[in-house]
């Protein structure tokens, strides 16, 4: 998608605090951060939403996705103190950018319910 911003990310056209990178993923710290740490997790292919994917890339990127959140707890220092991962599908569920991703929320006490 030429005009989606999280592809501009994953291409490097925009600039970005990249603090992972694989062959299918890539991690970002979120420019307006809800959290004192607050990464953005995505595939680098425009996938819309969680619900656009197929049965291989649930196969192969969910798994990869959840790698790289695991190594980025370790990585900050998450895993004593906890942390959220969250996904947003849909308008209603509170999706602002049409490429799925997964906030890692971490660095203060979370609320719940959350929205």
């Avoid at 619900?51 to 695991?70: A, S, Y």
């Avoid at 308008?91 to 319910?113: C, K, S, Y």
């Amino acid at each position: 998608m030429d005009n989606c911003i999280f592809c501009k990310i994953a291409k490097k056209e925009l600039s970005s605090e990249i603090v992972f990178e694989s062959k299918n993923v890539i991690a970002f710290r979120d420019v307006a951060p809800v959290a004192p740490t607050h990464i953005l997790v995505i595939p680098h292919k425009h996938i819309a939403s969680l619900n656009e994917l197929n049965t291989e890339q649930r196969k192969i990127l969910l798994p990869e996705i959840f790698e790289c959140i695991d190594e980025l707890v370790e990585k900050e220092g998450l895993k004593e103190d906890g942390y959220r991962v969250v996904n947003n599908c849909g308008e209603n569920g509170g999706q602002t950018v049409d490429h799925i991703h997964f906030h890692l929320l971490a660095g203060r006490a979370m609320q719940w319910p959350p929205g």
